[in-house]
């Protein structure tokens, strides 16, 4: 079953604007991670939140972590056509691991 | 320094046929996963693999199967194909299985199709 669900499933905005995604998670995390793939590529690495940070930047992204309510989100300021891609968050609920993802929220940048 | 490789990038297969799938992971790392992608969905994790030995398990028949070389490197093993197993397959690697703040890295895939 997925542990994470990323909302929306696909978004589509202007150049410039603002994106934003998120994702519910179901059990207790240490961390979770978000995840950007190309389309029919791998997996790049975004960043990383431990369960015991609110909020972390890494450029033009900055990733929230609730863990109350279980739920994270990932804003991308001033977007560009290159962001175009589908975004995942994961967890690693067993710490061993193994990640479990959501199905992605599909971004597309129109220039 | 290079990161997690996968090969082949593409392949095709016939139905009840056997495929192997091979990943070295980035530099410094001991512990390579493998993930099923299929098309429109998030990655499902397969097994993992750390000191030669399969470690965790997903949700994946006996007919998956893999090992891990010495030198970190590890093969995925498919036998008796599926249509169904087409799908994109993701290679990860981490330093040792990853405990809190380990960040694991993936591959660019392996496509396989079953035709």
């Known amino acids: 079953s997925q542990q994470g669900e990323e909302d929306p499933q696909a978004l589509s905005i202007q150049e410039g604007e603002n994106a934003t995604m998120n994702c519910s998670y179901k059990?207790?995390?240490?961390?979770l991670q978000w995840y950007r793939q190309n389309s029919g590529r791998g997996l790049v690495h975004l960043i990383l939140?431990?369960?015991?940070?609110r909020e972390k930047h890494s450029g033009r992204l900055r990733v929230t972590l609730d863990t109350s309510k279980k739920s994270s989100s990932l804003l991308i300021t001033a977007s560009r056509a290159a962001d175009t891609a589908s975004y995942f968050c994961a967890t690693d609920p067993s710490q061993g691991g193994k990640l479990i993802f959501g199905q992605g929220t599909e971004l597309s940048v129109k220039p | 320094d290079a990161g997690v490789t996968q090969s082949p990038t593409h392949l095709i297969k016939t139905r009840g046929q056997q495929v192997t799938l091979r990943c070295s992971p980035k530099s410094g790392h001991d512990t390579v996963s493998w993930y099923q992608q299929a098309l429109g969905q998030g990655p499902q994790f397969i097994f993992q693999y750390y000191e030669e030995e399969e470690r965790q398990r997903g949700n994946f028949p006996d007919r998956f199967s893999g090992h891990q070389f010495p030198n970190y490197s590890s093969e995925l093993n498919v036998n008796a194909l599926l249509l169904g197993d087409s799908a994109l397959y993701l290679c990860?690697?981490?330093?040792?299985?990853?405990?809190?703040?380990?960040?694991?890295?993936f591959g660019e895939g392996s496509w396989l199709t079953v035709v």
């Open positions: 059990t207790s995390i240490n961390n």
């Open positions: 939140i431990r369960s015991n940070e």
């Open positions: 990860a690697s981490s330093l040792r299985p990853a405990s809190s703040g380990n960040t694991i890295y």
